[in-house]
């Protein structure tokens, strides 16, 4: 008995091992991207514009002391829009030094970036905007800030909370891409 089935064991294995074995190749991750929606910034800041139905705002938990300083989370992608907002001509700050603050951000990461492409753009309020798209594996894809020159200034810069590379999160950026710019052209700064 214990022959019969050692030689059941032994033909099974051997025939197993038959056949044309092919790997199955690369693959990305499923993205499922929501339908667009937006609505309206609720909340007492001196800003407001119109952001992703998608996206929750949340209180930045980094620096407690910036009341509106917000993150913009996008739970189901895995993506968080960080924006740092500062009032000019309060505590020595002026245009010149937070432009060169944006500036020196964004330039950091020219280290592990393939390129940084910048443009202006003037938003339908008038207020001036400066995107810069950063391709290569960084931290930060999508930068952005808006000012109206004279008492308010708005950064963006879009992370993921993932190591996944970025050629496979490219809808997630796309897509989170679009609804900023969308976000840029709503702002509205509160007098």
Not at 23 to 37: Q, T, V
């Amino acid at each position: 008995m214990l022959r019969v089935f050692a030689l059941l064991l032994i033909v099974s294995f051997l025939s197993a091992c038959q056949g044309d074995y092919l790997p199955k190749p690369k693959g990305y991750n499923r993205i499922d991207l929501p339908e667009r929606g937006f609505i309206r910034l609720e909340g007492d800041f001196p800003y407001s514009f119109e952001h992703s139905k998608h996206a929750i705002v949340e209180s930045d938990s980094f620096n407690l002391s910036e009341e509106y300083w917000i993150n913009l989370n996008y739970h189901s992608l895995g993506g968080k829009v960080h924006f740092t907002y500062l009032p000019l001509k309060s505590d020595g700050k002026d245009l010149k030094s937070v432009l060169n603050d944006a500036i020196n951000l964004t330039a950091k990461h020219q280290v592990k970036a393939y390129g940084i492409e910048e443009s202006i753009t003037l938003t339908p309020r008038g207020y001036t905007g400066v995107v810069a798209e950063l391709s290569g594996e960084v931290p930060t894809q999508f930068q952005f800030f808006v000012t109206d020159s004279t008492d308010n200034f708005l950064r963006g810069a879009l992370y993921f909370d993932t190591a996944m590379k970025n050629d496979s999160l490219a809808p997630a950026i796309e897509y989170i891409k679009v609804d900023m710019v969308h976000l840029m052209n709503t702002l509205e700064f509160k007098k």
